[in-house]
């Protein structure tokens, strides 16, 4: 009985040792098998451990975030390991209502962040400080302590349906913004003489409705320097900008046909401007008397070039004349004593009277200059 006890129990310990050893010997082989393997699925990993008695221990070794997904590694004592990929959390969004901006504080649009602790999403766009956006109270702006500079003075049209500006009206500032909409109606017309001798604005703005200014409507406006012209204007009267000698920033809007005569007669400050592709006419000493005026591109559309358009400009030295231009008035480039180049885009049928100017001395841009500044400059210029 006791022989059969002990060889029993030799029988036990014999086999647990087996099985110990093949515990062991397999974990070794499947780190063997499996260690030139980066990833695999949770699934099947679990499948190995289950059969070759490994002993997992999990840890996140990078947290996932709103963008980037995480990592979860499981590792065993023997060596082995294999991840997990932990999905991306997403962002945790949060509207905010966007802010007008204020004569004294920046604005914002509507925007979105993400509330997550360390993401930096966000479509925040700052809008700069509106100066013109005052908080009035009692004509004084509570922001900024401002005191309102008045209304400029509207008045209805014939047909009932738009609005004219016709005068400063109780304005008493510097910079002029012609509103777009007055009492719920467009503001199409800046009419005659609207803001002639107004020698305090410095600066005029003219809206996208505004389809005409009317005849001398800055008419001297001695201290006038800055005039941009909204995009829908096709007309500038005659004399508009007449005599606005300090007038040194002049944007013409994309619509403008026709420019009338003596328009921009005597600004004598202006060194630039760029005519749009719209023009079609250039009037009468439309440019006479800017004596600083340095360059002029005269566009593809514009048909004729006024008498004395471009007079007396002492410093202009270059200019480009359209391939449509079919009339140079007399006189257009008198005076213009510096003027070195000048290109024409279209050099065929040009006649000066009774002469016919030959296409090869038309292609020499000097001397092109010299005949419309100097020996034909007293004529007018027709091509045929």
């Known amino acids: 009985m006791k022989k059969m006890k002990k060889i029993l129990m030799t029988t036990f ?8 050893l093949m515990g062991i010997t397999s974990c070794n082989d ?5 260690n030139s393997i980066i990833s695999q699925s949770e699934e099947s990993t679990n499948d190995f451990s289950n059969n070759h008695f490994h002993d997992w221990n999990e840890a996140v070794t990078q947290e996932a975030k709103c963008e980037t997904e995480g990592i979860l590694t499981y590792s065993c004592y023997c060596g082995m390991n294999y991840t997990v990929k932990i999905e991306k959390l997403g962002h945790l969004i949060e509207e905010y209502q966007g802010k007008e901006a204020t004569c004294i504080e920046k604005g914002c ?3 979105e962040e993400c509330k997550r602790s360390g993401c ?7 809008i700069e400080i509106d100066s013109n956006n005052h908080n009035w109270v009692n004509n004084i702006c509570a922001d900024c302590k401002k005191e309102k500079d008045g209304e400029l003075q509207y008045s209805i049209s014939a047909e009932g349906d738009y609005y004219n500006v016709t005068g400063i009206g109780s304005f008493a500032g510097e910079e002029v913004l012609i509103l777009p909409i007055y009492e719920g109606k ?23 409705t505004i389809v005409e200014i009317g005849t001398e409507a800055f008419y001297s406006c001695d201290n006038l320097k800055r005039a941009i012209i909204g995009n829908n204007v096709t007309i500038i009267g005659d004399k508009a900008f007449y005599a606005c000698g300090r007038l040194e920033e002049l944007v013409v809007g994309s619509s403008v046909k026709d420019i ?11 060194i630039e401007v760029e005519l749009p592709d719209s023009l079609i006419s250039i009037g009468k000493g439309a440019f006479k008397w800017c004596f600083a005026l340095g360059s002029i591109k005269i566009g593809d559309s514009v048909q004729s070039i006024g008498e004395y358009a471009f007079a007396s400009c002492k410093k202009l030295t270059d200019v480009i004349i359209g391939s449509s231009v079919q009339n140079i008035e007399a006189y257009a480039f008198l005076y213009c004593d510096n003027l070195k180049s ?35 400059d007293d004529t007018t210029w027709v091509r045929k």
């Open 13 to 20: 310990i014999g086999l647990f040792v087996v099985l110990f």
């Open 30 to 34: 499947l780190f063997a098998v499996t």
């Open 109 to 111: 649009a509507p925007y």
């Open 120 to 126: 930096q999403y966000t479509t925040y766009a700052e």
């Open 186 to 208: 467009p503001v199409k017309k800046i009419s005659y003489r609207a803001f002639k001798d107004c020698d305090k604005i410095t600066s005029i703005t003219i809206p996208n």
């Open 260 to 270: 009338g005569d003596e328009a921009f007669f005597s600004c004598q400050s202006l």
């Open 342 to 376: 000048v290109i024409f885009k279209n050099t065929r049928g040009w006649t000066v009277g009774a002469v016919n100017i030959l296409e090869e001395d038309l292609k020499d841009f000097s001397k092109a200059a010299n005949y419309l500044a100097e020996i034909y």
